[in-house]
Nanobody, 116 residues
Framework: QVQLVESGGGLVQAGGSLRLSCAASGRTFSTYGMGWYRQAPGKERELVAAISSGGSTYYVDSVKGRFTISRDNAKNTVYLQMNSLKPEDTAVYYC??????????WGQGTQVTVSS
């Protein structure tokens, strides 16, 4: 497992942007698939975006064209650039890592609130 620490959440108006960062510990970060999950009150946690160790990306339909996931292996960091934010993007966002099929490394979460 790697230790993950998120930053960059906050309050933004609809249409605004935020960039989340997730700093990872350890020397094996580059071998991990990384993802961003979110959980809104009363809803299940959902995978928003993911990036493989090779750089392939995945996005849930609701954020395609608005969010971009990227990674910098030299800095052991994964990012989530969020543009054109909507009130329905309000949630706690979690960084996660995996080396197999199981997401087994998690950050503590960062709150994103989008006001209308």
């Amino acid at each position: 497992q790697v230790q993950l620490v998120e930053s960059g959440g906050g309050l933004v108006q609809a249409g605004g942007s935020l960039r989340l960062s997730c700093a990872a510990s350890g020397r094996t970060f580059s071998t991990y698939g990384m993802g961003w999950y979110r959980q809104a009150p009363g809803k299940e946690r959902e995978l928003v975006a993911a990036i493989s160790s090779g750089g392939s990306t995945y996005y849930v339909d609701s954020v395609k064209g608005r969010f971009t996931i990227s990674r910098d292996n030299a800095k052991n960091t994964v990012y989530l650039q969020m543009n054109s934010l909507k009130p329905e993007d309000t949630a706690v966002y979690y960084c996660a890592g995996r080396r197999g099929t199981l997401w087994d490394s998690w950050g503590q979460g960062t709150q994103v609130t989008v006001s209308s």
